[in-house]
């Protein structure tokens, strides 16, 4: 790939995950804020027991993603970003510019897919 590409990368990499840490804070600094005590109503307690369910799975679901960042920036420094970690082959720059975290190119993701399937 080119410096420009790597560069180019680099920079969404790092926005995302600038984003990802961001929203995990505001997240904590929410949840950790005072709540206004227990709610009289069943249902009120249930929706807000819902809604803090559902941020603590999208909040980890960011946790793996944030790791994911990390690695392909640690990759980017090392010079083996965009290299398929199965066949060793290069990771086509469309498939890089859709998803910048992948580790496998596009035929050993198929495979590792049927795999899982079977």
Do not use: F, W
């Amino acid at each position: 790939m080119r410096k420009q590409e790597l560069a180019r990368i680099r920079a969404k990499l790092e926005a995302q995950l600038a984003g990802l840490l961001g929203e995990g804070a505001e997240m904590v600094h929410r949840m950790s804020a005072p709540d206004d005590g227990e709610l009289p109503d069943p249902n009120d307690r249930a929706s807000r027991e819902t809604d803090t369910n559902r941020a603590l799975r999208l909040r980890d679901r960011d946790r793996k993603l944030i790791a994911k960042v990390e690695e392909a920036l640690a990759r980017l420094d090392a010079g083996r970003y965009g290299l398929c970690e199965s066949c060793g082959g290069r990771i086509s720059p469309a498939r890089l510019k859709a998803r910048p975290v992948t580790t496998l190119c596009i035929d050993c993701k198929r495979e590792a897919e049927q795999r899982e399937r079977a």
